[in-house]
T-cell receptor, first 111, second 114 residues
Framework: SQQGEEDPQALSIQEGENATMNCSYK?????LQWYRQNSGRGLVHLIL?????REKHSGRLRVTLDTSKKSSSLLITASRAADTASYFC???????????FGQGTTLQVKP | NAGVTQTPKFQVLKTGQSMTLQCAQD?????MSWYRQDPGMGLRLIHY???????DQGEVPNGYNVSRSTTEDFPLRLLSAAPSQTSVYFC?????????????FGEGSRLTVL
């Protein structure tokens, strides 16, 4: 099954710094999504990037996709304490409804 | 719109008991799914449905049953609860039949099996 693997597993930075999280996957995809989970809550959709896109921005979020390397990255600029959460990528194959998540990156932003 | 609603939010069961976790969405979404999340872990897909009357297995389906008789509801049944099923369960839905679009998650149901 298609599953994203996030790297690093944990990341700790100071407020104001940038945070970069990476995602690798194994097979061809239709699109790739990033989600955020605050402690004890459900996941919230952040951004979707299609397989024919290379970069996408949303506010302080920047997502890149390299289909030749089967990898994606999520950059959070000027991080805030409120960005403290776990972040998950979800590569979406074109012919299945199985949306499989990896173990995520736990981001801690210190004030 | 209420979005995705899960009930109950908390439940304690004894080994061998059965129960149903309810999931309802009011967004007319075709796709619905159930995940479980164990401490420090990601989400594991239990079952999913791409439309009313259609269900399929995910990564960890054993011990769970689902049905999709209406577009709105996707209940998850534990047939004979085991301590290994202690977890937080999340229901999610998407307007895209193949989950190619944004997933909307419920707030979770926390289950403890003694």
């Amino acid at each position: 099954s298609q599953q994203g693997e996030e790297d690093p597993q944990a990341l700790s930075i100071q407020e104001g710094e940038n945070a970069t999280m990476n995602c690798s996957y194994k097979t061809s995809i239709n699109n790739l999504q990033w989600y955020r989970q605050n402690s004890g809550r459900g996941l919230v959709h952040l951004i979707l990037i299609r397989s024919n896109e290379r970069e996408k921005h949303s506010g302080r979020l920047r997502v890149t996709l390299d289909t030749s390397k089967k990898s994606s990255s999520l950059l959070i600029t000027a991080s805030r304490a409120a960005d403290t959460a776990s972040y998950f990528c979800a590569p979406i194959p074109s012919n299945t409804g199985k949306l499989i998540f990896g173990q995520g990156t736990t981001l801690q932003v210190k004030p | 719109n209420a979005g995705v609603t899960q009930t109950p939010k908390f439940q304690v069961l004894k080994t061998g008991q059965s129960m149903t976790l309810q999931c309802a969405q009011d967004m007319n979404h075709e796709y619905m799914s159930w995940y479980r999340q164990d401490p420090g872990m990601g989400l594991r897909l239990i079952h999913y449905s791409v439309g009313a009357g259609i269900t399929d297995q995910g990564e960890v389906p054993n011990g769970y049953n689902v049905s999709r008789s209406t577009t709105e509801d996707f209940p998850l049944r534990l047939l004979s609860a085991a301590p290994s099923q202690t977890s937080v369960y999340f229901c999610a839905s998407s307007s895209s039949g193949r989950a190619a679009g944004e997933l909307f998650f419920g707030e979770g149901s926390r289950l403890t099996v003694l």
